[in-house]
């Protein structure tokens, strides 16, 4: 059973390009968040998000960040005109279930770790 | 080298000792509450959990405390190795309904041989 799959690992885009992260969620999981880790920072929550809804954005820039759970396929994160600021590893994480009862707790990727340069 | 944890806590302790990291969260309305262990270039990693409702829960080798009236949160490792050299964090969903988890800034463990 793999775990939570994230790609790419690194990613390096100049200034002004778009970044697409990739996130596929253990099997059974429906439910998607991702946090952005910044140097010296503990993990910022971005987004939670189901199969085609987003349920809570809080934790997205107003501009240029965009996240998508599609039916079918991985979950994107998606940056648009990337600046050096965007740079951060990126993670994503999923659980089969909300709350804090059974099968709730939420399992991480390994990160994609983006540069802007 | 990597710039993540000039700023963070760290605590350096030699192999076999015992390793307390402490946590402090804010938000009263906390119920439950995580400690990750992260590795470089890694995710973070599940260690052990705690719900409000309890005051200690224990795994293999790792203790989990809980003061809810200062809103504490420790860790506390056994016997500590090299391998549990990491950042360790801990975690809380602020009373959410959901796993939108709130992060602590992270303490560095450092264990020597």
């Known amino acids: 059973n793999a775990g939570v799959m994230q790609n790419p690992r690194h990613l390096v885009r100049r200034r002004g390009q778009e970044a697409r992260l990739r996130c596929s969620p253990m099997k059974g999981h429906s439910h998607v968040y991702w946090y952005r880790q910044l140097p010296e920072e503990g993990l910022k929550f971005m987004v939670y998000?189901?199969?085609?809804?987003?349920?809570?954005e809080s934790g997205m820039p107003k501009e240029r960040f965009s996240a998508e759970f599609p039916k079918e396929g991985p979950s994107i994160l998606r940056i648009q005109q990337v600046v050096r600021g965007d740079s951060a590893a990126y993670f994503c994480?999923?659980?089969?279930?909300?709350?804090?009862?059974?099968?709730?707790?939420?399992?991480f990727g390994q990160g994609t770790r983006l540069t802007v340069v | 080298g990597e710039s993540v944890g000039l700023h963070l806590p760290t605590l350096s302790v030699q192999e076999g000792d015992n390793s307390i990291i402490n946590c402090a969260y804010s938000n009263s309305a906390s119920d439950y509450f995580i400690w990750y262990k992260q590795e470089s270039g890694k995710g973070p990693q599940f260690i052990i959990d705690i719900r409000s409702n309890m005051d200690k829960r224990q795994g293999q080798r790792v203790t989990v405390l809980l003061n809810k009236t200062v809103k504490h949160l420790s860790l506390q490792i056994a016997a500590t190795q090299p391998g549990d050299s990491a950042v360790y964090f801990c975690?809380?969903?602020?009373?959410?309904?959901?796993?939108?988890?709130?992060f602590g800034q992270g303490t560095i463990l450092t264990v020597h041989p």
């Open positions: 975690a809380e969903t602020g009373g959410t309904s959901y796993g939108k988890l709130t």
């Open positions: 994480a999923s659980s089969a279930r909300t709350g804090t009862g059974q099968n709730t707790e939420a399992f």
């Open positions: 998000l189901q199969k085609e809804n987003i349920i809570d």
